[in-house]
């Protein structure tokens, strides 16, 4: 068991509006804050203007992503690979960076956060650990409003957050918890596991409203389950690792809220608070109710919370002076983290398959001991089978030379009669004069003696493998030149040859997967949309263009092609070097050839010195090899980096379609809400009506117009399911015609009006 307190790490947002008020300390150990007092709260004021807190380390603004995954999350990834469980959340008010640190950005692959590269760390143990066979397991959770929903179901399409299969907590009598209704999928590799993470991203994604802003009104817990066992082994090891995303920890007065957000805030504030809750009451070791059920991440969690786990948490601060408070009760709230041990222990289980195995034999055994002891046997006659099986253990008892060996037939009397009754009949078979009472050899002999018939047989086939043996003596006396030299040629081909089998698979499997354009995961593919209509499709375009992630796809775009070209390049070299290396090999078996001809010619007088070609054809092989080998290994970390872009960009372009179809539908609504307004209007309109509102008239009436052409079906629905082109190309044309008003009035002189 190890006991450990759970250890905080702080993290620095970067700004770039100045004006920081922290300091970082005591080798990076100790985070500060300035308040200077503000003269509004009077001559007589006591606040506090300075604060420190400790922390294990501080990353400050410019810590790399690296930096951060080697110190905080590697320990944790040993650990869980070790068998105990672990948990790395982060806690910071809104936008301070805890989805950045946790999940990464979405922009560039260097800014992959905890969660990518602790698969990608597991993944590559994995590979070079034989002595353990793994298994891992991934679910993705979020609770919105104290409402769990799981984000990896593949059966959903998920359009809203309530379309997501809800999960809900259930708890046995041991007081362990249980979630009914969330997933575990298999991640078999890394890329499976990584398709993983972005589809559950991009639930979240979808399911978010301008309402509710997702990654900041929702707790996320990314959970890897791993299973390992050593080969033949029936001890598995279990352990997992949450990787947490908590909601914005900022408090309600604070962010203004209102309406549905005051609710959000509530719940959301609601259950940090018992988060709260249950740290302080960990904290303080005379508690002994610690209230883990009041809320559902502190139910989830309560294993990462003073349980069975190994927990790290990152405490994400702005280190802006307007963040200040929110930054201040951040670090107090991981302090108060810090008090709190754990006490994690190595998971091992036996495979419940082989412990009920072993139960049953032992049940067995007992009852057999049982029996006997009982005076109780059974008096049923043994099955030909267990006659047949009785046999072949007595064959192998004998044949063990081991004086020690056992015959173990178990406590059942009629087994132990037969094997006797065997044994006599085997023992008066046997001549008396190789058998004196005690001799146990003589047993083993019984069965093997041969006739005199055998024997004389047996003798002449020993004189004619004898007189065989000779002439193949002689024969490969004759010939071990030759055979020495067929042997060597037939080596060398044979190396050479595996070589180029191993190598051209090795990289046209590299160059396959770099050059694979679509790792969209086939769970992701569905949720694309529909076909868009010519009308859409151009607004789509107009939309994109002016969109502002537009300039960061165009970016990952360029640079994916970038990466292709080096894959490609260096594809070209793995397989040159490849080809270099076989060129070699044959130019080095030719001149072996020739030294050994030249040898049987007798040219030359055999010498121990090499032949220093052929030193420096193996020298320039071994370093054809190691560059085969380098740029291999480039070339695999190229493909994991393609990948990664790959998705990145898809998620972008998910994200841009979603934000073109919010908007869509708002332009569509608003000229819905405008046509009933403006027909009602119509009659009782005033002469002094703007110009521009004028014209905005005459659209919407052709509009209204259209509509009522197409009332056979209602427009709206029409419009929503994005099926009825002509409907999408006036809506186009609606909305270009609002903007060119919207241009004209901009430029109108202010005074045109009135
Ligand atoms: N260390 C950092 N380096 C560079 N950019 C960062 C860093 N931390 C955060 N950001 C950027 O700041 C923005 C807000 O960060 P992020 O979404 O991670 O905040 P958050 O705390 O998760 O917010 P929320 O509570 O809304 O989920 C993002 O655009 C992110 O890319």
């Known amino acids: 068991m190890v006991k450990q307190t759970i250890q905080i790490f702080a993290r620095v947002k970067p700004t770039t509006k100045g004006g920081a008020v922290y300091s970082v300390e005591d080798d990076g150990s100790c985070l500060g804050f300035v308040v200077p007092k503000d003269l509004a709260d009077g001559f007589i004021n006591n606040k506090r203007e300075s604060y420190k807190f400790r922390f294990q380390k501080i990353f400050d603004q410019s810590a790399k992503q690296e930096e951060l995954f080697d110190t905080v999350a590697k320990p944790v990834a040993d650990s869980v690979l070790a068998g105990y469980n ?218 990462s919370l003073g349980g069975n786990c190994m927990t790290t948490m990152i405490a994400t601060v702005s280190a802006e002076k307007r963040n200040v408070d929110e930054s201040i009760s951040t670090c107090r709230f991981a302090q108060r983290v810090a008090l709190i041990k754990n006490e994690a222990w190595l998971n091992e289980e036996l495979d419940p398959a082989l412990l009920i195995a072993r139960l049953k034999k032992e049940v067995q055994l007992l009852k057999g001991e049982l029996a006997m002891v009982t005076g109780e046997q059974r008096s049923e006659k043994l099955s030909p089978q267990e006659i047949q099986r009785l046999g072949e253990q007595l064959k192998v008892y004998l044949d063990d030379s081991d004086s020690e060996a056992m015959l173990d037939v178990g406590p059942d009397m009629r087994k132990i009669c037969h094997c006797f009754s065997e044994l006599k ?78 190598t051209a698979n090795l990289s046209d499997e590299s160059l396959k997967g770099s050059e694979d354009l ?92 090499p032949d220093p070609m052929e030193e420096k054809l193996l020298a320039q092989i071994e370093e054809e090899k190691n560059m085969y080998k380098n740029t291999f290994g480039k070339l695999k970390g190229m493909k994991t980096e393609i990948e990664h872009l790959q998705l990145l960009l898809e998620k972008q372009k998910f994200k841009l379609q979603k934000d073109f179809e919010d908007w869509w539908t708002h332009e569509a609504g608003s000229m819905q809400r405008s046509v009933p307004e403006e027909t009602s209007a119509a009659p009782t309109r005033t002469p002094t009506l703007s110009r521009p509102m004028a014209i905005r008239d005459t659209v919407s009436t052709r509009m209204i117009k259209k509509e009522h052409e197409l009332s056979a079906s209602p427009l709206l629905n029409l419009r929503e399911s994005g099926l009825h082109p002509q409907v999408d190309a006036d809506l186009l044309a609606f909305i270009k015609a609002r903007q060119n008003i919207l241009n004209k009035i901009a430029e109108l002189p202010e005074n045109f009006c009135r």
């Open 86 to 303: 672990g948990t790395i959340f982060a806690y910071g008010q809104t936008a301070s960076g805890k989805t950045f640190t946790i999940t990464g950005g979405a922009e560039r692959y260097s800014d992959r956060g905890i969660i990518p590269r602790t698969l990608s760390y597991l993944y590559q143990h994995f590979s070079q650990d034989s002595t353990m066979a793994y298994t891992i397991h991934i679910s993705y959770l979020e609770i919105y409003n104290e409402m769990g929903f799981d984000l990896l179901d593949p059966k959903h399409e998920a359009s809203r957050l309530e379309d997501l299969p809800r999960v809900t907590i259930l708890e046995d009598p041991d007081q362990n918890i249980h979630l009914k209704n969330l997933s575990l999928q298999q991640a078999g590799n890394e890329k499976e596991a990584l398709n993983l993470l972005f589809l559950g991203d991009t639930n979240r994604m979808i399911a978010e409203t301008p309402m509710n802003q997702a990654s900041t009104r929702s707790h996320c817990i990314f959970t890897i389950h791993l299973c390992g066992r050593e080969p033949g082994s029936a001890t598995l090891r279990r352990s997992k690792l949450h990787l947490v995303d908590l909601a914005g920890s900022e408090r309600v007065g604070r962010t203004g809220a209102g309406g549905q957000h005051f609710t959000e805030s509530k719940y959301i504030n609601l259950s940090l608070h018992f988060l709260e809750q249950v740290i302080i009451a960990l904290s303080e070791k005379s508690r002994s109710h610690i209230p883990y059920r009041n809320s559902m991440m502190t139910s989830v969690l309560r294993d």
């Open 425 to 502: 009949t085997m023992v008066c078979k046997a001549t008396p004069a190789s058998f004196t009472a005690g001799d146990t050899s003589a047993i083993t002999l019984v069965k093997d003696i041969p006739t005199p018939e055998e024997v004389k047989k047996l003798k002449d086939m020993l004189v004619q493998r004898d007189n065989e043996i000779s002439i193949l003596v002689s024969m490969l006396k004759k010939e071990k030149k030759r055979v020495q030299d067929a042997v060597s040629t037939a080596g060398n081909m044979e190396a050479q040859s595996s070589l180029q089998s191993s």
């Open 518 to 609: 679509s790792p969209l995961p086939r769970l992701l593919q569905r949720k694309k949309g529909l076909e868009l209509s010519v009308g859409r499709q151009e607004a789509f375009e107009i939309f994109k263009r002016d969109h502002k992630d537009q300039l960061t796809i165009e970016d990952n775009k360029a640079l994916l092609k970038l990466r292709y070209t080096e894959a490609k390049a260096l594809g070209e070299k793995v397989n040159s070097a490849r080809n270099k290396v076989n060129d070699l090999k044959k130019q080095l078996e030719l001149r072996r050839r020739q030294i050994a001809a030249q040898g049987v010619m007798g040219n030359l007088p055999e010498s121990e010195v």
